[in-house]
């Protein structure tokens, strides 16, 4: 999350799942505002949903002096390791999708939760 920042984009919660597997951009800018001091921005953007509602959701940018301070501080080449590594395991998605869906398929039942005793006997 941070390489793209770097990079200067704007991301919302959709943006990192798409682009980094996770759906805790929050938390991720939380860690790196609390415990790196980044000054990372919040803009609050309507969005359309797909049931017809519309939400509101966060989206997250680095101020563009921070930007200039780190890449004129050699970020540049941290950003292109990022992002060739993050290439190299988004090449192996295939083969995790294959096996996710071998284990599943592996799987016959769930196990109920203890307080849930009887719910997957009566067929629900």
């Known amino acids: 999350m941070l390489a ?10 959709a943006d990192t ?5 996770t759906m805790r951009a929050a938390a991720h800018v939380h860690y790196l505002a609390e415990r790196y001091n980044w000054p ?13 509602r519309v939400a509101t959701v966060s ?3 680095l101020p563009a002096d921070c930007i200039h301070a ?4 050699g970020a540049r080449g941290w950003i292109a390791e990022v ?3 993050r290439a190299a395991l988004r090449a192996r998605a295939p083969d995790a999708y294959r096996r996710a869906t071998a ?16 719910l997957f006997d009566e067929g629900f």
Do not use: W
């Open 4 to 13: 793209r920042l770097l990079s200067g984009e704007v991301l919302t919660a």
């Open 17 to 21: 799942l798409s682009g980094a597997a």
């Open 40 to 52: 990372i921005e919040a803009d609050e953007r309507a969005v359309g949903c797909t049931d017809g």
């Open 59 to 61: 989206a997250y940018k």
């Open 70 to 73: 780190a890449r004129a501080a």
């Open 83 to 85: 992002k060739a590594a």
């Open 103 to 118: 284990m599943n398929k592996a799987h016959k039942r769930p196990t109920p939760h203890p307080g849930q005793k009887g």
